[in-house]
């Protein structure tokens, strides 16, 4: 799909590895050599993974992507990303964009992202075991239909040497998909990840709220996931 998708005027591909809600795994490795022999630039988003479960550039990227908000932060209580890069050209530009635009972040937010970064090896390791464990209690459940874990895909453990902390699954009757979330105690009902909260996400009715229900569909993001 990649390959057909590239044009004479593509100058960089976009990867999001596991992908955010269904964790769809991209062999990094093969499309960077794909960019390469087309001269196109790889970025990868590995928010999901954090650089302790994951290195892109290791595998050939060469832009590295985070929402330093999630695993990073760890705390839900600032808003940060990262570019990251090995590349000196890539990293001029980035320098010379973020200087003209003045996106440069707060002073407050980069103290409590640099003190929180401090915990990151901890708090990662703790979320993968729980998410672990998670896996292993839902996959028993008869009212899950699907459990979806980077863990349990050969290509994400070639290139990564975690599972990761996040899980997504599917009820088999998507008609209680509320009440169960209704139901719950436990973990916070929000759209975010990767805090020291345990939290539950519905993407039908919040982050992809805003797409047709059709495309949704389409798409796997159904009511009971």
Same mark, same amino acid.
């Given at each position: 799909?990649?390959? =057909? ?5 593509t100058k ?5 590895? $596991? ?9 990094i490795? &093969? #499309? *960077?050599? /794909? ?5 196109? !630039? ?9 650089? /302790? ?10 832009? #590295? ?25 890539? &990293?001029n530009a /980035? ?17 409590? /992202? ?16 729980? *998410? ?5 209690? !839902?996959?028993?459940? =008869? =009212? ?5 874990? $980077?863990?349990?895909? @050969?290509?994400?453990?070639?290139? *990564?040497s ?25 973990? !916070? ?6 805090? #020291? =909260?345990?939290?539950?996400?519905? @993407?039908?009715?919040?982050?992809? &709220? *805003? ?15």
């Amino acid at each position: 799909h990649i390959t =057909e998708a590239i044009q004479s005027n593509t100058k960089l591909i976009y990867v999001e590895t $596991p992908s955010n809600p269904l964790f769809k795994i991209t062999d990094i490795h &093969a #499309v *960077a050599t /794909l960019a390469k022999e087309h001269k196109i !630039l790889l970025a990868v988003d590995n928010t999901f993974m954090t650089p /302790l479960g994951q290195s892109p550039l290791a595998l050939g990227a060469d832009i #590295v992507i985070h929402s330093a908000t999630k695993f990073l932060g760890g705390h839900s209580d600032l808003i940060a990303g990262a570019a990251i890069t090995n590349n000196r050209e890539v &990293a001029n530009a /980035l320098y010379l964009l973020q200087n003209g635009t003045g996106t440069a972040l707060s002073a407050y937010d980069s103290w409590a /992202l640099a003190k929180h970064l401090k915990t990151l090896p901890v708090r990662f390791k703790q979320s993968v075991h729980n *998410a672990e464990r998670l896996v292993q209690f !839902l996959s028993q459940r =008869e =009212e899950i239909s699907e459990v979806y874990y $980077p863990g349990n895909n @050969p290509t994400h453990l070639k290139q *990564a040497s975690t599972g990761g902390a996040v899980i997504g699954f599917r009820l088999k009757d998507e008609s209680k998909a509320q009440k169960f979330v209704d139901s719950l105690t436990l973990p !916070l009902v929000s759209v975010s990840l990767g805090g #020291v =909260e345990t939290i539950l996400s519905h @993407p039908a009715t919040m982050s992809h &709220a *805003a797409v047709p229900e059709d495309v949704r569909r389409e798409r796997g993001i159904t009511f009971g996931l």
